[in-house]
């Protein structure tokens, strides 16, 4: 008869009632908890010769924590991102367990002590503007098929969502019969936000549901906006083929404008820099992207050469006019935090 350890029983409540019960994950960050538990098990099994059966708490520890992430960057190759993703897993069950098991505090403390590696190499990859209009006049709008990938394509950059938050999109997601005309995306944490909609992007969208309306006029207004030939929610690989298609259509009239590998997060990059570049303000970009920090925002800031550029000219400008003055320049607050981001 099998008995479980206490490992496995609290894995098992950590994924199945604390995470959607009271923290209100969403099943797309269970499942890649999940996955990261999966990994750690793994090489406890194969690296450290503890089958899972017999693995306990008293073997969740710093140092094989420590391991395992060393493993993943050594071993596997992962990137730091994917690193510092696992270990963030590791430390929110850690501090779970703090509440729990407190008779082993000290344990899970140490865990949550490890420090995040830092990513030297993190590079945003974006389409500059042209190559946007270019992809997005690949699709054949004069067909049913080519109006529903110009409005997925569009829509996924227009409003910069993730391509998960376009795949749950449903009916009435979207505002399209009075002013302001709003979508509503579901992001990471279950976090509701309202993005504006113009005109464009409204009319793409308008066009679509009209060649669509025999199957979205009786349909419940939870059913997905975007569907595949079953009626089912579009998957994440379903989004990013449709993706892969038009861009390899775009690549071949112009490469100079068009990367050999395009993502679905590259668009939701490729919009934030633009709209940086237009001089959006960083408050604005975050609320569109739904970033919880600005600190996340400012990366686009710190990867902007030209506007990098362009700051220290304002300062140089400053610097040498004739009615320069001191406090003038320590004024400027938009200007200094430019300048502390410079070379980041």
Known sequence: MRTDTDFAKQLSRYLSEYLPYERNVSPNTILSYRNAFVQYIEFMRDKKGIKVEKLRLENFTKDNVLCFLNHLTDEKH???KTRNQRLAVM?????WLQYVEVGRMELWQKIRSIPAMRDMERKLNYLPLEGVKLLLEQPDANTPKGQRHLAILALMYETGMRVQELADLTVDSVRLDVEPYTIRIVGKGRKTRIVPLFKSIVDILRIYLKSEQHVLKSASIQ??????TRGERLTRAGITYILKTYSDL????NKEIIPGRISCHMLRHSKA???LQAGVNLVYIRDLLGHVSIETTEIYARTDSNAKRKALEKVSLTITSNDANKAQWEGNVSLLQWLKGYGK
């Open 78 to 80: 992962c990137s730091a």
């Open 273 to 275: 820099m633009h709209l």
């Open 223 to 228: 059913h997905p906006l975007f569907y595949n």
């Open 91 to 95: 430390k929110s069950f850690s501090t």
């Open 250 to 253: 775009a690549r071949k009239k």
